[in-house]
């Protein structure tokens, strides 16, 4: 499985982003997908997965109320919709599976808020 993140870019505190992940090579299966983010400097934090059976959703307090995440299983796409982005939230966002894959591990994706 190919997981492949994208969406982030440059915004204002205040404002939204959409991160898609798209798994290519083979379905996701029965694997729930999370999404996590790595400043500079500090650790990898885990901030919301999916279940894919159930639509099961977590999400960390640092999120919770600001970031929504949703699964298209025709298009094998899991989504983070960011609201209320905080200078804080900038970071390389990354998916994977639940628990984490090590060769699942992509490029990520740049998201940056200014103040």
């Known amino acids: 499985v190919q997981l492949v993140e994208s969406g982030g870019g440059l915004v204002r505190a205040g404002g939204s982003l959409r991160l898609s992940c798209a798994a290519s090579?083979?379905?996701?299966?029965?694997?729930?997908i999370g999404w996590f983010r790595q400043a500079p400097g500090k650790e990898r934090e885990e901030l919301s997965c999916?279940?894919?059976?159930?639509?099961?959703?977590y999400y960390a307090d640092s999120v919770k109320g600001r970031f929504t995440i949703s699964s298209d299983n025709a298009k094998n796409t899991v989504y983070l919709q960011m609201n209320n982005l905080k200078p804080e939230d900038t970071a390389v966002y990354y998916c994977?599976?639940?628990?984490?894959?090590?060769?699942?591990w992509g490029q990520g994706t740049q998201v940056t808020v200014s103040s």
């Open positions: 994977n599976a639940i628990p984490w894959v090590y060769d699942y």
């Open positions: 090579g083979t379905n996701r299966g029965d694997r729930a």
């Open positions: 999916i279940g894919s059976s159930d639509g099961s959703t």
